[in-house]
């Protein structure tokens, strides 16, 4: 499966974003997307998972409350919607996708989409 993350910008403190994450090639349904973000000096992070079926998933203490994680297979597409974001939570974004369930544990996901720059300005 190939994974497109797009939906990133510029935004000030309080904002929102909607990050989508599109896929190509078969099987999306089968897949755990999870999406995770690395800012400039920083090691990548987890922020949020969700299950092939789209009815469970898992946050970072840093997103609950304020991001959402959803998918539509029917269009290939998982999504990230971010509310009341602070400079902080400025990086690039990741969507990833795994058969072995969704886990706030990186090296789990075997397929990556290219990122998506999320900017805070406060």
């Known amino acids: 499966v190939q994974l497109q993350a797009s939906g990133g910008g510029l935004v000030q403190a309080g904002g929102s974003l909607r990050l989508s994450c599109v896929a190509s090639?078969?099987?999306?349904?089968?897949?755990?997307i999870g999406w995770f973000r690395q800012a400039p000096g920083k090691e990548r992070q987890f922020v949020a998972a969700?299950?092939?079926?789209?009815?469970?998933?898992l946050y970072a203490d840093s997103a609950k409350g304020r991001f959402t994680i959803s998918r539509n297979n029917a269009g290939n597409t998982a999504y990230l919607q971010m509310h009341s974001l602070k400079p902080e939570d400025t990086a690039v974004y990741y969507c990833?996708?795994?058969?072995?369930?969704?886990?706030?544990?990186?090296?789990?996901?075997?397929?990556w989409g290219q990122g998506t720059q999320v900017t805070v300005s406060s």
């Open positions: 990833a996708a795994t058969l072995q369930g969704h886990s706030d544990y990186d090296v789990l996901y075997d397929y």
């Open positions: 090639g078969r099987g999306f349904n089968i897949y755990a």
């Open positions: 969700i299950n092939d079926r789209g009815d469970s998933s």
